[in-house]
T-cell receptor, first 109, second 116 residues
Framework: TQLLEQSPQFLSIQEGENLTVYCNSSSVFSSLQWYRQEPGEGPVLLVTVVTGGEVKKLKRLTFQFGDARKDSSLHITAAQPGDTGLYLCAGVSNNDMRFGAGTRLTVKP | GAGVSQSPSNKVTEKGKDVELRCDPISGHTALYWYRQSLGQGLEFLIY????????KSGLPSDRFSAERTGGSVSTLTIQRTQQEDSAVYLC??????????????FGNGTRLTVT
């Protein structure tokens, strides 16, 4: 059973477009992390959100943590081919971290 | 390098054989995690170590899977009598503190296991 549902599962867009991917759960998390994974490599941390309603910006990426700390979104503005990869969200509760299945993003030049 | 190192990077084995996967975490990191990633899937939690002890073994798929960590450093994941469904990428990660402290996970590049 997947505790974290990510949508969409696949997304293919043109360079310059905007996009939003979602991470939803029925569970409350103490924090939530977003990672990006490229082929043949392990995931790399992008951001950690801790407070309900928190918004964090990382250049063209905007991360939001839901007020109830059950869901999160990642918005990318003016996507570039270098943004291509698997985006994973991970919910933290106690000493437990569980990952969603990811959104596989392809940005075409 | 200062990152998490996993070996071997690729392993092909015959069904029924035992395999041992190794993880060298970042020096000084107290927590170590094993995950499994099947093709097109997310990360499936296997086991978590804090120091040398494993408070959470709930993710191990069956009693064919075991893991140990010695000296608060290197960890090995052993799969006995491998089955074809064990084929996946096995990822190891370490963090300075446990995840409850919001320590980020630092991942290795994984071991790709293929059981023929």
């Amino acid at each position: 059973t997947q505790l974290l549902e990510q949508s969409p599962q696949f997304l293919s867009i043109q360079e310059g477009e905007n996009l939003t991917v979602y991470c939803n759960s029925s569970s409350v998390f103490s924090s939530l992390q977003w990672y990006r994974q490229e082929p043949g490599e392990g995931p790399v941390l992008l951001v950690t959100v801790v407070t309900g309603g928190e918004v964090k910006k990382l250049k063209r990426l905007t991360f939001q943590f839901g007020d109830a700390r059950k869901d999160s979104s990642l918005h990318i503005t003016a996507a570039q081919p270098g943004d291509t990869g698997l985006y994973l969200c991970a919910g933290v509760s106690n000493n437990d971290m569980r990952f969603g299945a990811g959104t596989r993003l392809t940005v075409k030049p | 390098g200062a990152g998490v190192s996993q070996s071997p990077s690729n392993k092909v084995t015959e069904k029924g054989k035992d395999v041992e996967l190794r993880c060298d975490p970042i020096s000084g990191h107290t927590a170590l995690y094993w995950y499994r990633q099947s093709l097109g899937q997310g990360l499936e939690f296997l086991i978590y170590f804090q120091g040398n002890s494993a408070p959470d073994k709930s993710g191990l798929p069956s009693d064919r899977f075991s893991a140990e960590r010695t000296g608060g450093s290197v960890s090995t994941l052993t799969i006995q009598r491998t089955q074809q469904e064990d084929s996946a990428v096995y990822l190891c990660a370490s963090s300075f503190l446990g995840v409850g402290n919001n320590s980020p996970l630092h991942f290795g590049n994984g071991t790709r296991l293929t059981v023929t």
